[in-house]
């Protein structure tokens, strides 16, 4: 009987151990594979090669408000009209949706097309119509994206990065997203958008400082990030999820012997 029992205890500290190499292969994630920026050091620095603004394309919607000086107010009053047009543009307040042709219908200037421009230059391009079209000596013109959104998709999740301020790297995605799961792989990180009609894809590597200079480290709205994970990350979830039913299972079973054997005690 006493041999039985010692059989029983080795066998529970053998399966003890495998459980635990198991959740070890299964978890293991090294430095190098997570680590960002791996071969920067303290006083680095790194030329960007590439500047970025957002560039107005179809289905953008854009605020646009005039005004000039407190004295001519009156004047900037019929552009901030609310209204709806014939051209499908939505408005809402001084929000302008960019039509499939990248126009937009603004009062009194009628139909403008936007796209390909930058913010900065649809600026001084409305500016430049209020004044040579002799509407307003001295307007003053702010544009602004209303939808700059980036889509993150990975790691059994999904998430809308709403940008706040119209530039975002893909380091800031990054870290708005709260950093990535440690089973994401770095070096397969992508990022789509939207190309001339065509959806391209790039892989960039936080890890290594070359992805400063990735032409797409630079965001743009509507950009998607989607990210894998090791395979050993997924063989973890799978275990641990099999390990929760099995560990429910086996405590059902036990209560069952538990409550037959205290049935035939008494």
Not at 14 to 29: G, H, K, Q
Not at 90 to 107: A, E, F, K, T
Not at 126 to 148: C, H, Q, W
């Amino acid at each position: 009987m006493k041999k039985y029992k010692n059989n029983n205890k080795r066998l529970a500290t053998i399966a003890a151990m495998t459980l635990v190499v198991i959740l070890s292969m299964t978890s293991c994630v090294t430095p190098r594979r997570v680590n960002y920026l791996q071969d920067m050091s303290h006083g680095s620095q790194i030329e960007i090669e590439n500047r970025f603004e957002a560039v107005i394309a179809p289905y953008d919607e854009l605020s646009i408000s005039v005004t000039t000086s407190n004295t001519k107010q009156e004047l900037a009053a019929p552009f901030n009209i609310n209204s709806n047009n014939n051209n499908g543009n939505r408005q809402n307040g001084n929000s302008y949706l960019v039509d499939v042709n990248g126009n937009i219908q603004l009062p009194i200037l009628g139909n403008v097309h936007v796209a390909g421009l930058t913010r900065l230059r649809l600026q001084d391009s409305l500016t430049a119509m209020l004044k040579n079209g002799g509407y307003i000596d001295e307007p003053f013109v702010m544009v602004r994206f209303n939808n700059f959104k980036v889509f993150f998709l990975g790691g059994a999740t999904g998430k809308v990065l709403n940008i706040p301020n119209e530039r975002c790297t893909f380091l800031e995605a990054i870290a708005m997203l709260g950093d990535l799961d440690i089973h994401v792989r770095r070096d397969h990180i992508a990022v789509m958008r939207e190309i001339n009609g065509k959806m391209v894809m790039r892989y960039l590597d936080p890890r290594s400082s070359d992805v400063f200079n990735d032409p797409f480290f630079m965001l743009q709205q509507n950009d998607f990030i989607i990210a894998d994970t090791y395979n050993n990350g997924i063989v973890r979830q799978e275990f641990s999820y099999w390990m929760t039913i099995g560990s429910t299972v086996a405590s059902a079973v036990s209560l069952i012997v538990s409550l037959i054997i205290l049935k035939k005690a008494y």
